[in-house]
């Protein structure tokens, strides 16, 4: 089965949101042997909806419209699909009683807006919303089908779990996709590339290959078509056995593996434990190591000193290196992280301190420049990076998946003999 | 001026990656009044390049490629641009030597791979790529402009800001859009759209309105569409002079603002600061914080003390409390803010103990309860919230905002008498 996602709303094309429900859809689909043909995203126009539909009709066999549903004036989808499918707006009862119940538990009445939201495409099947006004809608002509939901992605994902993908199964047209990342790292991708050239060279047809690069690592990706999901599982799996040895140190993880999730199977497979002390990371660091469910097993906690007096009185920095060295130096850098070890009494630490910028560099220190230090069982070092450019959320970024790395090469290093 | 921007690459297809260019891209283009027609994300395939490439240039007087610029063999654009315009690969001695200075400072071998990205179309103008291997390739025809770019989205920036928009400004083709977006919160959309539905039936023909929603708050876009930028700007100025009586109240700020961005310069104009402690949000509203730059100035800093024994030794938490409540408590909660106010001497303070998920829950605390604690000058208090869904991520988020909020109404109160 082929769908083309149309997704409706100018906050997409100028940039004010970025389009996460197509990415959202796209894997989902994937995982459900559906394959995407194409994502446009159009303005909220009624020729130009139209037209978006009028060509996807002509390619696939499924059309999924998100966005534009909203109760407000500037939402012209509901309109545009009752011209399309010449058919006219009733009113739909369950949707108005959806939404009294909904607004009455918020305390809330339904004005005529929402009553607005009632009035509904007669010709198709609504999808009911549990979690919010507007439901969604299905619609078949010839043998593709149209499916219309409103583009606010948690009303979308409930929508696409508990109302799309299962009347889709029924449908009994979807067939197997299997994909598989191999995620690697320290190897930039042309010589990855050779290293894999006759590999590559070899995989069968129906096996495709991507490179996905970006700044820190470049994933791997193998995805399998045919018949039979537990087939291709087995083919794929076998094409990364061959794969493995020949780049087997710059591989880190598969799938949605991270490095702060594969570092922290590390730290728990070994009963060890973690803490962080953060200066231009901000606290980073830390939301990437707890944004992995069960990271509270080796994750201790962490101190984000952001003022030098902090630095002092909480992780005991000493006054002298800040005011002859700086806060941006290896000796700071080194007590931070021992001071962080020691304090929340963990076996392994890490810390940040640098510049993220725009502004605060100097000659000497530069904005990019950042010193990380890394403590373990036997050994506590630090080391200088000096990134370019002076983009914030970069800087903080690079640094973080930085620290991270070293981290888990040290536990590597600790833990192996 | 109008776009099209068309997205090369499996990986977005299916999700494995969040197509964040177009939207830059759309941003970049709205600021320098190019409008965004359509953005179209298609796969590695010659076909399906070919016609939307064929599709646009019936459309738009710019089309915008990125991606499968790579030396990989999935990556087939450059050949496709070549059928396109029928034109052949030449050897292009400056991209080589580009290529050849940039390895040579990593320490690496240029390879057969990166000297096939010297091979470029004979009819293009090659756009220099300074932070990568593949440069960008500007066509014309007829009056359209065609250019190619890779997906890597900080290579792909350089060029747009280096290359294509100093080009494209010199053709004197763009016209002018000015945006300005409204952020309020504490009110749905149905209820803003009804307080507001006079002024907003009053708008001029060339100011369109937009309501953005998301969970957390509704954004409110007027684009203004006509000649001149400065005109526009304020005549979209004074429509908004005209809508802010109306929902004073729920406006916390404008385009680019946040919550922690806002909450920072009401901090730092009333010479306070701010220390957090963290729990379930594990250092996500620290990492918000010091996104702001210039933040250093009122954020001293926060613990995130993920184990109970941190929130004992670091933050003064009772062993009784933990033992009789729970960590995730009001009590706790109360004595986590009083312990980081005091700690690092901030005047102000936020502190969250809460159950993120997926697991973890319990009948009486299921996942998505959180305790969020405030410490102001004058007040310190603990609101407690159910959050629905066990998305550990999205539970993460909507505390860290939900804090940050409260954080703000405490310092408006405390800072306007």
Redesign the interface.
Same mark, same amino acid.
Request: proline share 5%; aromatic share 8%; no cysteine.
């Given at each position: 089965m082929k769908a083309e996602i149309i997704t409706i709303?100018?906050? /997409?094309?100028? &940039?004010?949101?970025?389009? $996460?429900n197509? !990415?959202? =859809?796209?894997?989902?689909?994937?995982l459900n042997g559906i394959e /995407?043909?194409?994502?446009?995203?159009?303005?909220?126009d009624r020729e130009?909806i139209l037209e !978006?539909i009028r060509?996807a009709e002509e390619k696939v066999d499924l059309v999924v419209i998100t966005g534009g549903l909203? %109760? $407000?004036?500037?939402?012209i989808t509901k309109r545009v699909l009752c011209e399309y499918f010449d058919t006219q707006l009733v009113f739909h009862e369950p949707t108005l009683e959806a939404i009294k119940v909904r607004f009455a538990n918020?305390g /809330?009445d339904v004005?005529?807006?929402?009553q607005d939201q009632a009035m509904l495409p007669e010709s198709c099947t609504i999808l009911p919303n549990k979690l919010g006004?507007a439901p969604g809608m299905w619609f078949e002509r010839n043998n593709t089908i149209f499916v219309s939901m409103p583009g606010? +992605?948690?009303e979308m994902q409930y929508l696409v779990e508990f109302e799309l993908l299962p009347r889709l199964r029924e449908t009994g047209r979807t067939k197997a996709i299997f994909?598989k990342?191999v995620l690697t790292q320290g190897v %930039?991708?042309?010589?990855l #590339?050779?290293r894999i050239s006759d590999w590559?060279d070899a995989l069968p047809k129906h096996i495709?290959? !991507?490179?996905? +690069?970006? +700044?820190m690592s470049v994933?791997l990706?193998l *995805?399998a078509y045919g018949d039979n999901e537990a087939t291709l599982r087995k083919e794929v799996e076998a094409e990364i056995e061959k794969l493995r040895p020949l780049i087997a140190e710059s591989i880190f993880g598969y799938d949605e593996d991270t490095l702060a999730s594969v570092t922290g199977q590390m730290l728990s497979a070994n009963g060890k434990t973690l803490a962080?002390a953060?200066s231009c990371? &901000? &606290?980073? =660091?830390?939301?990437l =190591?707890? *944004?992995v469910? &069960?990271? *509270?097993v080796y994750?201790?906690?962490?101190?984000?000193?952001? !003022?030098n007096?902090?630095k002092q009185?909480?992780l005991g920095v000493s006054a002298e290196s800040l005011e002859s060295v700086g806060a941006v130096s290896e000796e700071v850098a080194l007590q931070m992280v021992k001071g962080v070890k020691r304090?929340?009494?963990a076996d392994y630490a890490v810390a940040t301190t640098g510049i #993220?910028? %725009? $502004?605060g560099g100097t000659e000497e220190k530069p904005v990019g420049t950042v010193w990380i230090a890394l403590a373990g069982q036997n050994k506590t070092f630090a080391r200088k990076y000096v990134f370019v450019?002076d983009h914030?959320?970069?800087n =903080?970024v690079r640094s973080a998946q930085t620290a991270l790395q070293l981290l888990r090469q040290l536990i590597l290093e600790e833990t192996s003999h």
């Open positions: 709303g100018d906050e /997409i094309l100028i &940039g004010q949101i970025v389009d $996460t197509s !990415a959202w =859809i796209g894997q989902q689909f994937s /995407i043909y194409q994502v446009t995203s159009v303005h909220d130009h !978006a060509k909203g %109760p $407000t004036k500037d939402d918020r /809330i004005n005529r807006l929402n006004t606010v +992605p948690f994909h990342t %930039p991708e042309s010589m #590339a050779d590559e495709k290959l !991507a490179y996905l +690069p970006n +700044p994933r990706r *995805s962080v953060e990371t &901000g &606290g980073y =660091i830390s939301h =190591i707890t *944004s469910s &069960g990271s *509270s994750y201790k906690g962490g101190v984000t000193s952001y !003022a007096e902090v009185q909480v304090l929340l009494n #993220a910028g %725009p $502004t450019g914030r959320e970069r =903080i």
